[in-house]
């Protein structure tokens, strides 16, 4: 079953709301098996949800439009369809019910277009609205399965959670539902790690493997179709183990979670604690880790040393290793090294992070944009230093240094 979802509302194009019901209709259709091949989003007029429509029709056998369903004269899509597909429109009673008396008990005269929202396509299934008042539609015509679901959030959720589920999947006969894995990735870029797996990708049937990249992490997306879980994990494991085999150095989870997540995760388990010194990422890696609800458990805290009085008077490097010109200065291995030493000791935590470096947009103390020194200090250790030459914006540095520095300390505390 091709599916294709169809987002009514000019308010969608004009960018005033993000359309995250295609995003929820996409996940809930791969867990019955169901592909959606394409998703649209198409303005409140008449002519153009017509020619979507239509285009629609042409490529998947199922079509879902959220949005349209409401009671003003802009909620157009229950009357475009009926008129596309030749049918009336009619009340559905109970829904019709529900309003009166609602509106009844609140002391609220119900108008015409209030009414609108109990009208359905005639012969068609109900979806009715737990949480609202414009009830949905489900039909079959011409080999083509439609489907009206409201837009708003609240009411599109559990009336295709508790609706449109069950009736497709009564319509799909023996057709297996898809699972996937989720395998996250960091220290590597998407065209290294598409090469080391190249021939994984080009031999793939099922399972597939799908590639996803954002600044800083990768992820790869493990899909297979099965009859069970239990099922759907011995054909997904042999692909997940020599994935893991060439890039094990690299893979931090097998699910969907973030890298400071996972870190977090591994100090608490522990019982070990972490504090950060940050010079050219600005707060970003503090940032990161206090985003993390519960992160206070392993997060000692940090100091944003962006100048050099404030890495000589609270971090206490010596300002003749700062200045001077002989001096390596703040940029430097050293710099970085004693940073992460005394941001440690300060805090009393067992492990510390250090980052300085030029984010740019120009060069400081000669030295290039994009060059970073990380440092990695751990009681009763040797500290280490890495040495990083990133490229991008100063925003697109700073996240990429951050997420660098997590990724060394997570190969140092990793079970």
């Not at 969608?12 to 019955?32: C, E, H, K, W």
């Not at 359905?120 to 439609?146: K, S």
């Not at 040495?387 to 925003?395: A, D, H, Q």
Request: charged residues 25%.
């Amino acid at each position: 079953m091709k599916a294709e979802i169809i987002a009514v509302g000019t308010e969608l194009l004009m960018g005033q709301i993000v359309n995250t019901n295609a995003q929820y209709i996409s996940r809930g259709l791969a867990d019955i098996g169901v592909g959606v091949y394409y998703q649209t989003v198409v303005g409140d007029n008449v002519d153009r949800i017509k020619e979507t429509l239509a285009v629609a029709k042409s490529r998947a056998d199922l079509i879902i439009c959220t949005g349209g369903l409401g009671p003003t004269q802009d909620d157009l899509t229950k009357d475009v369809l009926a008129e596309v597909l030749g049918r009336k429109l009619v009340i559905h009673q109970p829904s019709y019910d529900y309003m009166e008396n609602l509106f009844r008990t609140r002391g609220i005269t119900m108008v015409e277009s209030n009414i609108r929202q109990a009208y359905m396509l005639e012969g068609t299934d109900p979806l009715p609205n737990d949480t609202g008042l414009a009830v949905g539609n489900a039909v079959t015509q011409d080999g083509t399965h439609y489907i009206l679901l409201p837009g708003p959030p609240k009411e599109m959720k559990p009336m295709f959670d508790t609706y449109v589920i069950p009736w497709l999947t009564d319509r799909m006969g023996s057709v297996q539902p898809l699972f996937s894995t989720m395998m996250k990735f960091a220290g590597i870029g998407e065209s290294f790690l598409e090469h080391a797996l190249i021939d994984l990708i080009q031999a793939q049937t099922d399972p597939t493997i799908a590639p996803y990249a954002k600044e800083g992490e990768v992820a790869l997306r493990l899909t297979t179709r099965a009859a069970s879980k239990e099922q759907a994990t011995e054909k997904l494991w042999p692909l997940e183990r020599e994935i893991r085999t060439r890039l094990g150095d690299h893979v931090y989870a097998s699910e969907d979670i973030t890298l400071e997540l996972e870190v977090l995760r591994l100090l608490t388990a522990a019982n070990k604690t972490l504090s950060v010194a940050e010079s050219c990422t600005g707060g970003q890696l503090s940032d990161l880790l206090t985003a993390v609800p519960g992160g206070s458990h392993s997060f000692a805290g940090g100091v944003i040393c962006y100048t050099n009085r404030v890495k000589n008077k609270v971090l206490g490097v010596p300002m003749e290793q700062l200045e001077g010109p002989d001096a390596p200065g703040a940029v430097s291995e050293e710099t970085a090294r004693l940073l992460a030493e005394n941001v440690r000791k300060l805090a009393d935590a067992d492990y510390a992070l250090s980052l300085t470096g030029v984010a740019g947009p120009a060069e400081s103390e000669g030295k290039p944009v994009g060059l970073v020194y990380v440092g990695i200090a751990e009681r009763d250790a040797k500290t280490e230093v890495v040495t990083l030459n990133l490229s991008g914006n100063r925003e697109t540095i700073k996240l990429r240094a951050s997420k660098t520095a997590l990724y060394h300390l997570w190969k140092k505390i990793k079970i």
